[in-house]
């Protein structure tokens, strides 16, 4: 009888470390996740609402526009708060809440939140939302309507009032400039404010920067 060979010792893996989901929104830590809705519920999304507030018509107004047309498919899945790169930084910007404000009807709140001008046009939630609303877009029209109301944060009417006076948004330092001719960088390319003034005057922007249209 031939002697039977010891057992060999069957090798364990060492068990995988459990690691979380590679999404953007999950390797955020727990409580930040919780501060995100803690402050979401603190915001003027469910800060007390009076009746005549509601506006029923402003969903469809903004449907009506070129980028709004997929508001009302949204179902407040969160998925452009939790993507956005802002949001994930501040404790008031909640893209979300404001397409929920938007299809309550809030009109007054939604073009007069300051949140409004946080976004940075990154177009995260546009590429995400499972509903193909275009996120991104709609708080684009919110902008376009609070302007036509006068609404302008004073550092987009700075921006504004550079982009007439000099072509481009900053003034670039004379020092700059020499420093870009020391290393041989060709010139900037020749600007045409006149041409942009008289596109602001046509589309009344300018006496809206002025704060007088
Ligand atoms: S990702 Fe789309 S469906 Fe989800 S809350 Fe945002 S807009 Fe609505
Ligand atoms: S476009 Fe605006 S709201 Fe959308 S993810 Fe970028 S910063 Fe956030």
Known sequence: ??????????????????????????????????????????????????????????????????GGEKLKQCFQCGTCTSDCPIARFSDSYRPRSLIRMALLGLKDRVLSSDTLWLCAACFTCTDRCPQDVEVASVIRIFRNIAVKRGVIPQIFKELGSNILENGIAYKIPELRLKKREQTGLPPLPKRNPKALEKLAKETGFLKKLKGSG
Request: charged share 40%.
């Open 1 to 66: 009888m031939s002697e039977s060979k010891p057992r060999q010792k069957e090798k364990v893996e060492p068990e995988r470390e459990f690691t979380k989901a590679t999404s953007t929104s999950s390797e955020e830590p727990l409580s930040d996740m919780t501060k995100d809705k803690t402050s979401e519920r603190r915001g003027s999304e469910t800060a007390s609402i009076k009746a005549h507030e509601f506006d029923p018509h402003f969903k469809h107004e903004i449907s009506n526009f070129h």
